[in-house]
Each structure stands twice: as C-alpha cells, then as structure tokens.
C-alpha cells in the first residue's frame, strides 16, 4: 500500500515557505551579530585564541610579499650609498668625535647613578628583551590602530608586552598566534600610556586619538604650562612599559595639548619585544599582609 | 513512475555528481573573493588616517547588488566575522554590520528598478556612508570610542574603490558563467 499522499503544494506556497525560512534565518544571523557584540562589550577577551590563530594566517602571508620588495629596495639602497659618500663620511666623522665626547659624560654619569643607587639600595627590575620581528600587516579597520609582526609564542611574545623601536615606543601586544603577534599601536583610540614630561617632570597619560597626535590627558600640576617641544617619556607607572623610554614630542600646547609619537610606525621595519616589566604578581597579596587601621579591620 | 526533480546522490551518475560538486563549488567564490579582499586590507602600509578602503564591504555590497543569492545574509554574517578577526575589530561589529547591508540593500533594490551605472554607485555611496556612521555606534557599544572623521575618509576613499571592485565582480561571474 502506498504512504497516503501528502497534500500537494503550490509554487507559490513554496515560495511562501522559503521566504519565511529565509527571513527565520535572517533574523537569527542578526541576533547572532548583535548577541557576538554583547559579548565583546562584556569580555574582549573571549576570542584571544581563534585571533591567534587569523594573525598567524595572515603575516606570513605579507611577510612573504614584502621579501622580494625589500630585496629590491636594499639594493637600491647599496647603490644609493656611494653616492654623495665624501661628504657624508666627513659630516659621521665629525658627528663621532662629539659622540665619542658624549658618552664619555654619560658614562662618567652613569657610574655616578649606579653608585648612589648601591648607597640607597634602589631595586631595579631587569629590562628582558624577548624577541627582534619585523612587521608584517596593518590593520586598517576603522580607527582600530594595530599592526602585526611576525614572531608569536614560539619566539616568546605573549600578549601584554612593551613594543619599542630604537626612536622610541611603538605599542604593546593584544593578542599572540603561535608565529605572529597583533601589536595595539600608541595612536588607537584605546592606547594609554603612563608618562612624564621630561622637562617639568609631571605625570599624565598619553591617549590614542585616531589621528597621528597623541592626547595629554590628565596631566599633574596642570598650572604649569607645557612648551612646544617638551619631551614626554615612559614613567613606568602600572608595570607594563620600562620607565624612560621616549614616547611622543609636544606639538600642541593648547588647552587639550597633544605630541607627536617619536616612532612613526611607517617608517619601520623591524621592532622590538620586551618582557613586562614588572609582572603582576601570580598570587593576590594576603590582605593580612598589609598594614590596615584598626579602624578599617573587621570584628 | 513519478521521478522526483532531483535525484538522490547515489542515483546521479558520475558527470552529475561532477556537475553538482562543481556548482556547489561556484557558489562559494563570491565569499572567497570577499575574504582574499579583506585579507588586502591588511597590507602593511602605515598611514595615521585611515586611508585603506573597506574592501569588504564593497564586495559585500557588489555581489549583494548584482547576484542577490550568491551572497544571503548568512554569508555576509561569516565574512564579517572573518573581517573582524582578521582586522582585529572587536568581533561583532563586522558580523552585525554586513548582514544589516545586505538585507538593507536587498529591501531597497526590491523597490528600484534603475539599472545605471552611475546611480548604482550613488546607492552605494550612500549605504557605505551610512555605514559607516553606524559602524561608529557600534565600535562605541563595543568600547572603542573615537572621533567620526577618521571613519568618513576611509567611506570616501571607499566610494573612489568602487569602479574597481564592480570591475573585479564582473570579471568572476564572467569566468563563473563561462566554467
């Protein structure tokens, strides 16, 4: 015996059924989109894992794009050398006897300071260098300001780690793949950095604005007045970046001042890594260890 | 003997089965391309404005515009999760944002049937700025507060990015057409 045959349908209540289905869908993916964006909100860390693994999908791929770039460039750059070579040599030489002059003062000073350190028996944290890596992708999502470098957990780099080059800060890293590292550049509008103004030697933070300046924000002893051309500096408040390492030059010394980063992450190749300076402590601090009034103790 | 219209797998010879290994394939390109495209975005080129056009969200909006069922919201929905994580956005905006195009570009060309090149490329203006400003909103729920400047140049360099993405799309769904 035949199964009783079902009721036959038209083509246009088929349509009818698809369309619903595809609204049913399409609502779902919204409220999947919307409930993914709740989520980032409450805990941005909830995908650290699978942006390892996208960042180290994509920096080998550029950083294989650019080798035969750089290749290209460097010897450009070797030809370009011998040009002009007389007077570039005189003008180093030069520059080398008023450096040689320098160090020596910065030696005799540095002898200076580490003596009195031992007197006052200052304890200086080592400054671990993790890793050297070259960049290898932007990211131009919105104003999300990141790069990508290629060099991950197999290297050392973990996410939370001081990124400088040798004009001064670049950033920290956000998240680390197993070959490549996502680095949160000085200029996202979620980069703040503990500083100092060399010259007056007050504390404040710099923030990312999306643009090429940096913000001053919440600047101690703001009465005193910043000058163009002010130098601010890491302070090595919160741990994370060494203290002294140059960050940004003040360009603006409006009432909202701002300073231009002294590494422009355009003009680099390469970068490096450095362990964090003063890790938070593995286990919390007992309470009972601190000293409390007794005022503020329990009964 | 009723033959249903399609027959089960195991029915099919092996030229059908070849055939239908091959059209499940084309139906994959345009999300493939979009994502090679979003995978450009990533050059390492560093500019304090963003001036890197959304590549995604272009394609997104091209094959959204000229083959509606190569890319359904679902699709949008993975390539903008891709795009989020590639990029590093907070994951979310992206897949809410493609989605939310794709059915705002279904609904509205449902309703024109202007077919021109130039008034195509102002709808999509249009929808990028749009775009744009909501995706504003969406960085700021998701913590990332900034300025709408920086976000307005990349929608224009993105509307300039136009021709050449309606270029590439065209150029697939020749060869797909051809295949």
Do not use: C
């Amino acid at each position: 015996m035949d199964w009783p045959q079902k009721r036959r349908t038209s083509f246009a209540r088929r349509e009818q059924n698809l369309a619903l289905i595809g609204a049913v869908v399409t609502g779902a993916v919204l409220a999947t989109g919307l409930l993914l964006l709740v989520l980032s909100r409450i805990n941005p860390a909830y995908t650290t894992r699978l942006r390892g693994t996208a960042v180290d999908l994509v920096a080998p791929f550029w950083a294989s794009i650019r080798k035969p770039f750089d290749a290209l460039s460097g010897g450009l750059d070797r030809v370009g050398d011998y040009i002009g070579i007389v007077p570039r040599l005189r003008q180093l030489t030069a520059d080398n006897i008023a450096l040689r002059r320098a160090v020596q003062d910065r030696d005799a000073v540095a002898a200076e300071n580490r003596a009195l350190r031992r007197l006052v028996a200052v304890a200086a944290p080592r400054l671990d260098l993790v890793t050297i890596a070259r960049f290898a992708g932007s990211s131009s999502g919105s104003y999300v300001r990141s790069a990508m470098i290629a060099a991950g957990t197999r290297n050392g780099v973990f996410s939370g780690q001081a990124v400088r080059a040798d004009a001064g800060l670049v950033g920290r890293t956000t998240e680390a793949g197993d070959h490549a590292a996502r680095i949160l550049l000085l200029t996202d509008p979620t980069s703040r950095v503990p500083v100092i103004v060399v010259r007056t030697g007050q504390a404040a933070l710099a923030v990312g604005a999306a643009g090429p300046l940096l913000a001053i924000r919440d600047r101690a002893g703001a009465e005193v007045p910043l000058k163009r051309g002010d130098r601010l500096v890491t302070s090595g408040a919160g741990g994370l970046f060494a203290p002294q390492i140059p960050v940004a030059e003040v360009v603006d010394v409006s009432d909202t001042p701002r300073a231009r980063p002294f590494a422009d992450p355009g003009a680099l190749d390469f970068v490096a890594v450095y362990r964090v300076y003063l890790p938070v402590p593995e286990a919390p601090v007992a309470l009972t260890a601190v000293p409390v009034p007794r005022e503020a103790r329990k009964k | 003997m009723i033959r249903p219209a399609t027959s089960s797998f195991h029915l099919r010879t092996t030229d059908e089965r070849l055939a239908m290994w091959r059209a499940a394939s084309q139906r994959v390109v345009p999300a493939a391309v979009t994502i090679a495209l979003i995978v450009a975005t990533t050059v390492p080129v560093f500019v304090s404005v963003p001036i890197v056009p959304d590549l995604g969200l272009l394609a997104v909006i091209v094959w959204t515009s000229f083959q509606p069922r190569l890319m359904p919201p679902w699709l949008a929905f993975v390539v903008g999760a891709t795009a989020d994580v590639v990029t590093g956005t907070p994951l979310g905006v992206d897949a809410t944002l493609l989605p939310a195009v794709v059915i705002f570009v279904r609904l509205v060309s449902a309703r024109f049937t202007v077919r021109r090149y130039a008034f195509d490329w102002l709808f999509a203006s249009a929808v990028i700025v749009g775009a744009a400003i909501v995706e504003w909103r969406l960085l700021a729920f998701t913590g990332v507060v900034g300025p709408l400047g920086p976000l307005l140049v990349r929608a224009v360099t993105t509307i300039l990015a136009y021709p050449a993405v309606v270029a590439l799309a065209a150029r697939v769904e020749r060869r797909l057409a051809a295949a």
